[in-house]
C-alpha cells in the first residue's frame, strides 16, 4: 500500500474541510510528520450567527490517506 507524501495530506485535509465546514479558504500553518501519519494544523473561517470568525483546526491524517481524528478551537 502506497503511503502518503506530505503535501498529498495536506490536500486530503484541504479537500476534507472545504467539504466538512462548507467554505472555500483553509489555511495550513503546519505539517508535522509522525510515526502513524501527520498531523496537520491550520486555520479556516466559520460563519457563527452572521459573524465571521477565525476556528483552528487539527487533523490526524494516517500514512494511508484517510482522516483518523479532528479536533476545532475558535481564536
Same mark, same amino acid.
Given at each position: 500500500?502506497?503511503?502518503? !507524501?506530505?503535501? !498529498?495530506? !495536506?490536500?486530503?485535509?484541504?479537500?476534507?474541510?472545504?467539504?466538512?465546514?462548507?467554505?472555500?479558504?483553509?489555511?495550513?500553518?503546519?505539517?508535522?510528520?509522525?510515526?502513524?501519519?501527520?498531523?496537520?494544523?491550520?486555520?479556516?473561517?466559520?460563519?457563527?450567527?452572521?459573524?465571521?470568525?477565525?476556528?483552528?483546526?487539527?487533523?490526524?491524517?494516517?500514512?494511508?490517506?484517510?482522516?483518523?481524528?479532528?479536533?476545532?478551537?475558535?481564536?
Amino acid at each position: 500500500m502506497p503511503q502518503v !507524501s506530505k503535501e !498529498s495530506a !495536506s490536500k486530503v485535509v484541504v479537500n476534507y474541510l472545504k467539504k466538512e465546514k462548507n467554505t472555500d479558504k483553509v489555511d495550513v500553518a503546519m505539517i508535522e510528520e509522525k510515526n502513524d501519519g501527520f498531523i496537520i494544523r491550520g486555520i479556516t473561517p466559520i460563519d457563527l450567527e452572521g459573524h465571521t470568525w477565525a476556528e483552528r483546526f487539527t487533523v490526524h491524517v494516517d500514512k494511508k490517506g484517510k482522516v483518523k481524528a479532528t479536533d476545532y478551537a475558535l481564536l
